[in-house]
Nanobody, 123 residues
């Protein structure tokens, strides 16, 4: 069993920033890769970013590379997504995910999910 709780979403103007947090109540968090996904209205859940257990390796979707940064604090069982220079097309529900098997970019490979937090970027 695991529980992931996202926070930090909200309404922001284009060009602004938000920092999402995901508090993970999960056994052995420091040995579990983590990811962020998003789902825009009418679209499928898309990969945003992923991070290795130590945080040494990170992966990003091309659409967010250079603007978003994923990080983690294993002492606090928390993963973060810093989002800068936000664009209207970043508007979506953002989900935290844990414990992928196989491809870290495929949402079907993740075992645990949060409920999501809404991010809305106005033009």
């Amino acid at each position: 069993q695991a529980q992931l709780v996202e926070s930090g979403g909200g309404l922001v103007q284009a060009g602004g920033s938000l920092r999402l947090s995901c508090a993970a109540n999960i056994r052995d968090f420091s040995n579990i890769p983590m990811g962020w996904f998003r789902r825009a209205p009418g679209k499928e859940r898309d990969f945003v970013a992923a991070i290795s257990t130590s945080g040494a390796s990170t992966y990003y979707a091309d659409s967010v590379k250079g603007r978003f940064t994923i990080s983690r604090d294993n002492g606090r069982n928390t993963v973060f997504l810093q989002m800068n220079n936000l664009k209207p097309e970043d508007t979506a529900v953002y989900y935290c995910a844990a414990d992928p098997e196989g491809s870290w970019k495929d949402y079907a490979d993740y075992a645990y999910w949060g409920q999501g937090t809404q991010v809305t970027v106005s033009s």
